[in-house]
């Protein structure tokens, strides 16, 4: 069964500095792959995703994932956070009409 | 980008009554829409795939007959919460898919906080 873990509940990074949020994967076909980030009170807008290809991918708002299948993870990194980065982030799995949420990473960003 | 909205975005209710949420796909034709529930400080949940014109898919734990599913039209799906309780009190977010766009891309609503009194 597909699964989704997300091993950090919490971080917080200085503005500036830069962001590795963590995610790993259990899934039984080469996986469709998602963050996620998710605003105060807001809906989900989605930052990337993989499908195919080479295995860094660029999202937006300057975030970009790396798929590692040996390590089974799709870790979301940025070279430089932005006050306005903080929020919830969601690595997700999916495949057709079936997709895996992780638990999430809430991101606080310091002055 | 394609747009969906939720309606309405929060609502009150008493122990007892039924809530029915809407979930419309604004600039697109959606076959499939996707209902999701998320807990405070919790991941999103799939409770159910919907399909127009066909029967709702419920995940495993999911009561179908108190969370009942219509996707009558192409842009519209809606879940009503019948008789609902406290423990229903939750965010419940909707997703579509636009067929066109590449496999497994879902649009999100912004979301409807039920509030179960």
């Known amino acids: 069964a597909q699964s989704v873990t997300q091993p950090d509940i919490h971080i917080t990074v200085s503005e500036g500095a830069s962001l590795e949020l963590r995610c790993n994967y259990s899934?039984?076909?080469?996986?469709?792959l998602f963050w996620y980030v998710q605003s105060p009170g807001q809906g989900l807008q989605l930052l990337l995703k993989?499908?195919?290809?080479?295995?860094l991918v660029q999202g937006i708002k300057g975030f970009e994932a790396e798929f590692k299948r040996s390590q089974s993870s799709f870790n979301l990194r940025k070279p430089s956070v932005h006050w306005s980065d903080a929020a919830e982030y969601f690595c997700?799995?999916?495949?057709?009409?079936?997709?895996?949420f992780g638990a999430g990473t809430r991101l606080t960003v310091k002055p | 980008g394609a747009v969906v909205s939720q309606h309405p975005s929060r609502v009150i209710c008493k122990s007892g009554t039924s809530v029915k949420i809407e979930c419309r796909s604004l600039?697109?034709?959606?076959?499939?829409m996707f209902w999701y529930r998320q807990f405070p400080k919790q991941s999103l949940m799939l409770m159910a795939t919907?399909?127009?014109?066909?029967?709702?898919?419920?995940e495993q734990g999911v009561e179908k007959d108190k969370f009942l599913i219509n996707h009558a039209s192409l842009t519209l799906s809606t879940l009503t919460v019948t008789s609902a309780h406290p423990e229903d009190s939750s965010f419940y977010i909707c997703?579509?898919?636009?067929?066109?766009?590449?496999?497994?891309?879902?649009?999100f609503g912004p979301g409807t906080r039920l509030l179960v009194l």
């Open positions: 919907s399909n127009e014109g066909s029967k709702a898919t419920y």
């Open positions: 600039d697109f034709q959606a076959t499939t």
């Open positions: 997700a799995v999916g495949g057709d009409n079936d997709m895996r």
């Open positions: 993989y499908f195919s290809g080479d295995t």
């Open positions: 997703s579509a898919r636009d067929p066109p766009a590449p496999r497994e891309t879902q649009y």
């Open positions: 899934y039984g076909a080469t996986p469709y």
